[in-house]
């Protein structure tokens, strides 16, 4: 009771789609024929990894990745875990490092334009 639900949207940017603006209008385009409001869906945070999200793992434990190749495969949950909680950080603003790969910024940022619109 008196809590949110925020419905976050994870998918991989495929080779048919240039980035994440061009895939949300997508997810639009499909929202909206099924009765979707703007406003419920600008609610949505979404988060799109280029290629794989195995890069965002293998750049959030290293400091490094390429998004032009496919990172690693995540074998060990331990591991995925200490990197959701280096991608909380970061995306909150409070570690600094090495620049974050373009598809990792891009949903950083709607996700912290959800959180600035919640707080309105």
Do not use: Y
Not at 34 to 44: C, P, Y
Not at 50 to 64: C, P, Q, S, V
Not at 70 to 89: I, N, Y
Request: contains cysteine.
């Amino acid at each position: 009771m008196g809590g949110d639900t925020t419905l976050m949207v994870w998918a991989d940017l495929d080779h048919d789609v240039e980035n994440g603006e061009e895939l949300k209008a997508r997810f639009w385009t499909a929202a909206e024929q099924d009765g979707i409001t703007r406003e419920q869906f600008d609610q949505v945070v979404f988060v799109f990894a280029k290629d794989r999200i195995e890069n965002w793992i293998e750049f959030l434990l290293t400091g490094t990745t390429d998004e032009l190749r496919e990172g690693p495969r995540q074998k060990h949950d331990k591991s995925v875990a200490d990197a959701a909680k280096t991608l909380a950080k970061r995306c909150l603003g409070r570690e600094n490092g090495p620049p974050i790969p373009p598809s990792l910024e891009w949903s950083c940022q709607n996700w912290r334009n959800l959180v600035e619109t919640m707080k309105r």
